[in-house]
């Protein structure tokens, strides 16, 4: 799966645009939302934090500081936990497939 559907598919299960969720400086918590899970997918395939940055369009410390505020979400949300593996899930999907 190319990493522009990943973030389409992210955005528009939360409804929002996938270009404000990179364009956005800081955005709303959805965006910030849509934006954390999208980095988060991405280490999960082995992007390096400066390569997501570079994705991102965001500083490699922003990137780190989204990874490490996702981690503790992941822990702390049921909901949070379950979405994120939704995607992850479809992910790894679309890579056995190929």
Same mark, same amino acid.
């Given at each position: 799966?190319?990493? %522009?559907?990943?973030?389409?598919?992210?955005?528009?299960y939360?409804g929002?645009? #996938?270009?404000?969720?990179i364009?956005?400086p800081?955005?709303?918590?959805?965006?910030?939302k849509?934006r954390?899970?999208?980095?988060?997918? +991405?280490s999960? +395939?082995?992007?390096? #934090? %400066? &390569?997501?940055?570079q994705i991102?369009?965001?500083?490699?410390?922003?990137v780190t #500081?989204?990874?490490?505020?996702?981690?503790?979400a992941l822990? &702390?949300?049921?909901?949070?936990?379950?979405?994120? +593996?939704?995607?992850?899930?479809?992910v790894?999907?679309?890579?056995?497939? +190929?």
């Amino acid at each position: 799966m190319h990493i %522009q559907t990943i973030l389409k598919n992210i955005a528009n299960y939360y409804g929002v645009d #996938h270009e404000d969720v990179i364009k956005s400086p800081r955005g709303t918590r959805t965006l910030i939302k849509v934006r954390d899970i999208y980095f988060w997918v +991405l280490s999960r +395939l082995g992007q390096s #934090h %400066q &390569e997501i940055a570079q994705i991102g369009k965001r500083d490699r410390s922003s990137v780190t #500081h989204s990874l490490i505020r996702t981690k503790r979400a992941l822990k &702390e949300d049921d909901l949070f936990r379950k979405e994120v +593996l939704y995607f992850l899930s479809q992910v790894q999907e679309d890579r056995v497939r +190929l």
